[in-house]
């Protein structure tokens, strides 16, 4: 690195990138000319962050010449304090639960060559492995739409005994089979056109909805594979539904409970769109592109980090909307969210972007 770059990432540290583009994110600007305008009007109060404006061009090639694999990691480092502290999932038993899915965001080829999906047309795709436990991404992978997310979930490692539910566009047997080598539970959709085996009827609870529960054989790779086949109708619809999954213990009833879970992964990729800066970018580099949806993802989980410490009753994304037009307001923000009567009750008192130091 020269001299002269040197200097540069002094003068404008990796904390003040983070600052810059975590107050874009928080505080809805609309641009990177009017979230650092905003900044500039805010100096004294970005002196105690440990920050200080920033020229446009120097926010700019930070944003495309400083890895994206920073923010990757701190977002790695992020959620290993939001899980310690996280509430538990809603379900009984004690396993790990998370849900696997994928969105994609559309991007201008004009703007974004490098994102080239199909013809005219261009986009990135977010895939997300969402904690159970508070609600929490664990797991971010970017990549060109092009690819195929199953190849990406394919290489995931979880934790032995914990339950991952995914939609149909996610089934592989050899997956199926390596998951349960690996000692983790899955639960899915059959597909229409799946080819098996019946080994054995189980006894169902056909006032709890449940139409069938089967045990029964599928050919992975030559090799067969055990599974479970669970029926279920939705009282309310009259929808049927059945499930795949390869854990035999838990009542029929919960498999199709925790395929039902899998929705809140939906409602996570709606709220950061709605609340976060996914879809439109201050940067038009795939780095900068990259380390803009990093900071959104740790935005996310600081305020859930908040919520937790707090216990206060607001939701992520009511919390988010609060803060776009208070996030220089003086005054901590867990007393910020906390109602008069119950500020007794709060030990800590954490400033939002100061969880990240």
Known sequence: MSGLAQRKARVFSR?????????????????????????????RKLYHLGA???????????????????????????????????????????????????STVKLSLDQFPWASF?????????LVLLDHDGYIPSFLEISNARKHESKVAQALTLPKGSIVVFDRGYVCYRWFA?????????????????????LKRRPVNKKRGITSDQIIQVMSGGKPLKLRRVGYRDAKTGEH?????????????????IYKERWQIEIFFRLIKQNLKIKRFIGTSENAVLSQIYVAMIMYL????????????????????????NVFKRTGLAEFFTPPGEMSKIKDNYPLLGLAG
């Open 241 to 257: 539904f059945v499930y795949l999954t390869s854990h035999f213990s838990l009542a029929a009833r919960s498999v199709a409970e």
């Open 52 to 102: 200080k404006p920033v020229a446009r061009s120097t926010f700019a090639d930070a944003n495309s010449n400083r890895p994206a694999a920073f923010f990757q990691v701190l977002f790695g480092a992020v959620y290993k304090q939001c899980q310690a502290i996280a509430p538990s999932h809603k379900f009984r038993f004690k396993n790990k639960l998370f849900s696997l899915d994928a």
């Open 178 to 198: 390596a998951l349960m080598e690996a000692g983790v539970f899955f639960v899915t959709r059959q597909k229409k056109n799946m080819s098996y085996k019946g």
């Open 118 to 126: 199909r013809e005219n047309r261009g986009g990135i795709k977010l």
């Open 15 to 43: 904390w003040n990138q983070f600052v810059c583009l975590a107050f874009i994110h928080v505080a809805a600007r609309h641009s990177m000319r009017d979230g650092l305008r905003n900044l500039a009007v805010n100096a």
């Open 302 to 325: 600081l305020v859930a980090f908040l919520k937790f410490t707090s216990r206060v009753g607001w939701s992520i994304q009511e919390m988010l909307q609060l803060l776009q037009l």
